[in-house]
């Protein structure tokens, strides 16, 4: 088998995803016995973005390696939803991954991509029919709110439009690696999360993020919240979750990950608190990339 192929990967929302595969040293020529770790990168990041290339680089020395390019991001089609419709985008590479003969598939995902493993993990994972309650949290906008999780014409369990039901038809992931997550939505507490919501609200905050940070995000916003990331923790077992935060984190403090870390299942959730480390991706030292991808080894 070639050890590095490119494609174009159709969401089931039909957004083009621009994704590569590259085999690790490491690995055998039959994929079916190794694990490939899925990787989702933070917002405005892209699969050719040299944070993500140096991830995949470490990863790579461990297992097979998955990045792509979140919708509104890179060559990807579409506009970025923020965390939201990503879910479609992640379902489609784990789905490649199994497609290419993988049967053990970890995701890992930086910051925006963090919310987004752990959101994908709850709506395609195994424990389907639930129907989480929304509870707001400081910062969140008040009152239930469904987002994704309530139910819809082809959707009976709550699932995202177009997530299909048995198994989630090979997207659910074997185990889930959060890094630098965001337990909730709208915080502004940091000036560099201010900074990313006036990109994001603002018509010429996307102005900037398109033409200087090369992303394209959706003017329309979100009709419904989607489900939160603290909400969606709890329904990701029994999958395996690591929760991996910095102290020094300068968008998210340690409340999130906290958070994250006690609404799920303490028997097959970890939390890592790492000292000195900062954000997401380009944060992330080699050391601490060599560790999450051995406890994916051991968990997937």
């Known amino acids: 088998m070639t050890r590095e192929l490119r494609a174009t990967l159709l969401t089931d929302d039909a957004v083009s995803i621009e994704a590569l595969y590259e085999l690790s040293p490491a690995s055998g020529a039959e994929p079916s016995d190794h694990l490939v770790l899925v990787v989702g990168h933070g917002f405005t990041g892209a699969l050719e ?173 979100w009709d419904v919240d989607p489900l939160s990331p603290v909400a969606a923790a709890p329904l990701i077992a029994p999958t395996p979750l690591l929760i991996v935060h910095g102290d020094r984190d300068p968008y998210f403090p340690l409340d999130h990950p906290r958070m994250l870390a006690s609404a799920a299942d303490p028997s097959v959730s970890e939390l890592w608190i790492e000292p000195g480390f900062g954000h997401a991706e380009t944060a992330a030292s080699p050391a601490l990339l060599t560790r999450i991808a051995d406890w994916a080894a051991a968990h997937a």
């Open 49 to 221: 973005r040299p944070a993500l290339r140096r991830v995949a680089s470490v990863f790579r020395q461990r297992t097979a390696v998955i990045t792509f390019s979140f919708r509104g991001h890179g060559r990807s089609g579409g506009r970025s939803t923020v965390g939201d419709r990503e879910v479609l985008d992640l379902a489609a590479a784990v789905r490649w991954a199994r497609r290419l003969g993988h049967r053990r598939v970890a995701t890992v995902g930086f910051s925006m991509g963090g919310s987004v493993v752990i959101r994908q993990a709850a709506l395609y994972g195994k424990n389907h029919g639930i129907q989480p309650v929304h509870v707001a949290h400081d910062g969140e906008r008040t009152g239930r709110s469904p987002g994704r999780t309530a139910p819809a014409a082809g959707a009976p369990d709550g699932r995202a439009p177009g997530a299909p039901g048995e198994a989630a038809d090979g997207a659910a992931p074997d185990a889930v690696i959060a890094v630098s997550a965001p337990a909730r939505w709208y915080y502004r507490g940091t000036a560099p999360m201010r900074r990313v919501h006036w990109a994001v609200t603002r018509p010429a905050g996307r102005l900037v993020s398109r033409y200087g940070l090369r992303t394209r995000i959706d003017p329309r916003g």
